[in-house]
């Protein structure tokens, strides 16, 4: 089992910046990679980012390629989503994800987000 912990949701104005962190704890040795997925109010839950935990490949969905940016401390187990210039449309329920096989299996409750405008 993976246990994961979201934090550092909130109020953020447009065109400022906020970091969401994501802490693992469990059989984090069985990680194969994390991931930032998004669900807005009256939408389906998209992917936002992903990182591989090994060798820290990333990959982005279109609407925030450039804007944010997925990291993560092996150390610490943790993962980080830096949203800069955020827009009100990026305003959603943020939830961390932990891929173990080939999908992924475990999920964080969750973290607000809500961009002003």
């Known amino acids: 089992q993976v246990q994961l912990v979201e934090s550092g949701g909130g109020l953020v104005q447009a065109g400022g910046s906020l970091r969401l962190s994501c802490a693992a704890s469990?059989?984090?040795?069985?990680?194969?990679?994390m991931g930032w997925f998004r669900q807005a109010p009256g939408k389906e839950r998209e992917f936002v980012a992903r990182?591989?935990?090994?060798?820290?490949?990333?990959n982005y969905a279109d609407s925030v390629k450039g804007r944010f940016t997925i990291s993560r401390d092996n150390a610490k187990n943790t993962v980080y989503l830096q949203m800069n210039s955020p827009k009100p449309e990026d305003t959603a329920v943020y939830y961390c994800?932990?891929?173990?096989?080939?999908?992924?299996?475990?999920w964080g409750q969750g973290t607000q987000v809500t961009v002003s405008s």
């Open positions: 994800a932990a891929r173990i096989a080939s999908t992924f299996d475990y």
């Open positions: 990182i591989s935990w090994s060798g820290g490949s990333t």
């Open positions: 469990g059989r984090t040795y069985s990680i194969y990679a």
